[in-house]
């Protein structure tokens, strides 16, 4: 709402300091700027200082702001305090996306296109609010401005971004159980191992697409006029119905967001994009498809920003830091391609020059996304690579393991059998011996007469040492086994 009040009250403004229009042009500038260093000085104190006390001060030195405005009467202390807005809405942008981060992480999908429908609807207003005011510009250029009307306008702005700022610094005094949740999602860290190339690349990426989206936006009603020969009714029609679906899908996307993933999102967004810009640029000429195609195109650009924040917080988190390098990318984006736009137009007053821009910077959107995706997801394929590779060999080592384990236990096996096997032959051996040398001697005695059963007993005590011989074997055996 502080970026636009400015549109309406823009002759206002430019009265109360006694400077025409295009001389208090520098306060654009002045909050472009500020708007990047608030992005990179948010980017930094969000990493060291809470965030909730952060965006509450920042959210009061813009009600201070907007209170001090109406009263000032020279156009250096206007454009100070056009640089102090920028300031905040760079904290805001950069702390805003940090914070439902921290809160949510990678599940915040739906949070993040909510916070994006806000910056969709000030967009909106601020065209609306533009475009009808120019017939009051035009008359109030011959007339005295109501200071009042100018005092409550930026009263209640400020009024409501106090109640906004009491809110963060309530949040700020009492612990609540989404700081708490903050504190220990930002104790879950995990960093891509291409993370610095997949911000550079965001940074393009952000810097094209915002780009385009503001150059379509700021040039379409021009460009309607002059190229297409539209009447000024028209091409303000023109002008909002971008505006108007940029909003709306914005709005439904909070609800598409909790059944699609990011990634998806993304794709979809630069189907569309790329063909409702290609088709602009065919046929330029055509009403009935200048109005198809900026529908469809501005519905295109709805999703992207706030998706792409989303999606890349999946494979690497996101601090304020980071958070901070592609919001200065979207912000030159902002800054620099209107810009050089407006000058080409200029020089080639026959040529579609803006069309040309969408088409260019949605074909550079559609070819980052695959790249970025690809850095993204390539260290996860080789990590799950080199984990079913570790599986695979601890597998075969413990295969490999029980293998060598039995076969230890069948040499083990082999060699107590062929130990008591030893053993078994050297007892025969010695008892055979024994009974063998027992029966000589008593064969060799002097008796002449030997009963027939005493020889018949000595032939069973020959066969006996050998049978008990036997015996002791399996008693021996027996006792093996028990041991093993």
Known sequence: MSVAILGPTFQDLATNVNRNISRLSLIFVGRAFGYLGGSVIGGVLFDSMNHFLLLGVSMFATTVGLYLVPFCKTAVLLIVMMSTFGVSIGILDTGGNVLILAI?????????????????????FNQSAFNQSSEADSESLFGIPD?????WAYAVIGTYIFVVALFFFALFLKKSS?????????????????????????????????????????????????????????????NSIFWGTFAACRGMAIFFATCLQPGTMIVLSNIG?????????????????L??????????????????????????????????????????????????????????????????????????????????????TLPLDRQRKEHRKSEDQKALLSSSGLNDYEEENEEDDAEKWNEMDFEVIEMNDT???????????????????????????????????VNTGNSSVNYLARNQDKRD
């Open 178 to 238: 989404k700081q708490e949740k903050a504190r220990v999602s930002a104790q879950r860290f995990r960093r891509a191992k291409y993370h610095n190339a997949l911000l550079c690349l965001l940074f393009l990426f952000f810097f094209f697409y915002v780009g385009a989206e503001v150059t379509y936006g700021s040039y379409v009603f021009s460009f309607a006029t002059t190229h297409a020969g539209m009447k000024e009714r028209e091409a303000a029609g023109l």
């Open 273 to 289: 994009s790329l063909t409702s810009s290609l088709f602009l640029v065919l046929f330029n000429k055509s009403p009935v498809c």
């Open 147 to 151: 200071d009042m009307n100018l005092l």
């Open 104 to 124: 949510w992480g990678d599940k915040g999908a739906p949070h993040m296109q909510a916070l994006h429908f806000s910056f969709a609807l000030e967009a909106d």
């Open 291 to 376: 109005w198809i195609a900026t529908s469809v195109y501005g519905a295109s650009m709805a999703t992207t920003f706030p998706s792409g924040v989303s999606w890349i917080e999946q494979y690497t988190t996101i601090h304020g830091k980071a958070a901070a390098f592609f919001v200065v990318g979207a912000a030159l984006g902002e800054m620099a391609i209107p810009a050089v736009i407006g000058i080409l137009q200029g020089k080639y007053p026959d040529l579609p020059v803006v069309l040309y821009t969408s088409l260019g910077s949605s074909i550079a959107t559609a070819i980052l996304f695959p790249v970025l995706y690809k850095l993204a």
């Open 431 to 465: 008892m055979r011996n024994s009974v063998i040398e027992t029966s000589r001697n008593i064969l060799m005695e002097p008796t002449a007469e030997v009963p027939n059963h005493s020889y018949s007993n000595v032939l069973m005590f020959e066969s006996s040492p």
